[in-house]
């Protein structure tokens, strides 16, 4: 059973605070949590917190331990993490990414089961036929999908996504999330993923947090967050918010507020 939690998560770039005292809920394990928020609302530079990659105040836990405690091959033997920009165009084929990747983290695993693993996660994302492509050759929205199985392949207690479905269509975006969900069901732990597509995170998020100028506005069950009146104040549009025959909210922007209208 994993439990991941994050108190008082404040960066700075410079003398510019980009998040302030950012606590998140306590996630346990089949857990999702959904980060919402506008362009530079600071979805990405938390995420980097939570990774590590970027230094912060706060504490951040996996079953109550710290990074520090752990060490670093620990915590990221634990965690991982997909980030926004995916691998980048290269000679370099999918599968040699894959394996030298695994080899790098010194995976405990014989090359056989290696080969199935990388097999099966190749398969589940459509990229099989494009294994021995060289990266340079597949589209934004299959190199992302390369980063997506990098992240798998580690099979980590804790995922992190950063805006994993931006360059893919509506098929592959839910392809990806039902992947994740099938993944907790099978073996447990937590995600955290940063989205932008509001009825996607009402879907497949069990918890949302809504960020504006790096600051928490809501957090909780996407019923609770998804109203009209917290996406007035950060997203600045007018909507109606249903719900469907499963209880979860169903957003539908109206138009855009004005300039000085009351959100």
Request: glycine share 10%.
């Amino acid at each position: 059973m994993t439990v991941f939690g994050a108190t008082g998560i404040t960066a700075k770039y410079g003398q510019v605070t980009v998040l302030d005292q950012v606590d998140l809920p306590i996630l346990n394990d089949n857990e999702v949590l959904g980060l919402l928020g506008p362009n530079a609302s600071g979805k990405s530079t938390l995420m980097r917190c939570l990774s590590g990659e970027k230094s912060t105040t706060g504490h951040i836990t996996i079953d109550g331990r710290t990074r520090a405690d752990m060490g670093h091959d620990g915590w990221h033997h634990r965690l991982a993490s997909m980030p926004q920009s995916p691998p980048n165009p290269s000679a370099l084929l999918p599968t040699e990414l894959m394996w030298s990747t695994a080899r790098a983290l010194d995976l405990d695993v014989s090359d056989r089961e290696l080969a199935d693993q990388i097999e099966g996660i190749f398969a589940r994302l459509g990229l099989s036929e494009f294994a021995l492509s060289p990266l340079h050759t597949l589209s934004g929205g299959k190199r992302q999908l390369v980063g997506l199985a990098l992240a798998l392949m580690r099979d980590p207690d804790v995922l992190l996504l950063d805006e994993p479905t931006s360059a893919l269509d509506l098929h592959w975006r839910m392809v990806v999330l039902d992947l994740v969900r099938e993944r907790l069901s099978d073996r447990g732990g937590v995600v955290v993923a940063a989205l932008h597509d509001l009825d996607l995170a009402a879907r497949y998020c069990d918890q949302i947090v809504l960020l504006h100028g790096g600051k928490i506005i809501a957090s909780g069950g996407p019923q609770h967050v998804l109203t009209p009146a917290n996406l007035a104040r950060v997203y600045r549009v007018e909507t109606r918010v249903t719900l469907d025959c499963d209880g979860r909210p169903l957003v539908q922007v109206i138009r855009p507020l004005r300039d000085g209208e009351a959100a």
